[in-house]
């Protein structure tokens, strides 16, 4: 008779962290340092207007199409 190899279960999985624990920890400093100068934000560049299709329209809502 062959002997069935032992099997152990797989070890549990480590505590998931609540939202705020993961907020402190992702969190960047709120300090600022010398290698990162504030500076202002300034708006991308307005894109070109892009032309308005006219909606669909169902055959059925124009009329007959014979």
Known sequence: MTEVPETNPPPPD??????SD??????PPATTTASQPSTDIVAPPA???KWQRRPSVRLGEIGDQR
């Open 47 to 49: 894109l070109a207007p």
């Open 14 to 19: 480590p505590p998931i962290p609540s939202a």
């Open 22 to 27: 993961a907020a402190e920890e992702t969190a």
